[in-house]
C-alpha cells in the first residue's frame, strides 16, 4: 500500500491529499529518510510525521485493506510518539495567549464608541 494511503487509512490525514501533500512537502519519514506518496509501507517499517509542530512516530504492525473505523487504528499501527513532543505543544499554546490575550490590543468599533460616549459625558 502506498503511503499516502496508509496514513489516510489509519486517520493521520482527513484526506488522501492532504497526506500526498504531506509527502511532497518533505514531512513524512520512512525508516529515517524523506519518502515520495508512492513509497509502499510493509510491516515493521518506522514512520516519522510531522504534523501541527509534533513529530509523531509510529510503527507499523499491518496494512489495511481499506479505511479503519477510529476504535481500530490500533490493530494497524503502534504509536510511539513521546509524551514530551506533546507537553512542547501544550507550552506553545500558552506562548501564544502570553503574547496577546482576547480582548486586549486595538479597540474594536463598538469600544471606540463606547470611549466617545464616555469622552461627551464628561465634557457635558
Given amino acids: 500500500m502506498r503511503i499516502d494511503k496508509y496514513l489516510w487509512c489509519v486517520r493521520y490525514y482527513k484526506t488522501r491529499s ?3 501533500t504531506a509527502c511532497k512537502k518533505g514531512h513524512i519519514k520512512v525508516n529515517g529518510q524523506v519518502v515520495k506518496p508512492s513509497r509502499d ?3 515493521t517499517d518506522k514512520i516519522e510525521i510531522r504534523k501541527d ?3 509523531h512516530s509510529l510503527t507499523v504492525l499491518d496494512v489495511p485493506p481499506n ?3 477510529a476504535k481500530l ?3 494497524y499501527r503502534v ?3 513521546p509524551k514530551s513532543a506533546f507537553e512542547a505543544q501544550e507550552l506553545l499554546k500558552f506562548a501564544k495567549d502570553y503574547y496577546r490575550k482576547k480582548g486586549t490590543g486595538r479597540p474594536t468599533k463598538k469600544d471606540r464608541r463606547d470611549i466617545d460616549d ?3 459625558e464628561n465634557e457635558s
Avoid: E, H, L, S
Fill in 53 to 55: 509542530q509534533v513529530n
Fill in 18 to 20: 492532504i497526506a500526498t
Fill in 67 to 69: 479505511r479503519v473505523g
Fill in 79 to 81: 504509536d510511539t510518539t
Fill in 73 to 75: 487504528v490500533d490493530i
Fill in 118 to 120: 464616555i469622552y461627551k
Fill in 41 to 43: 509501507v510493509f510491516a
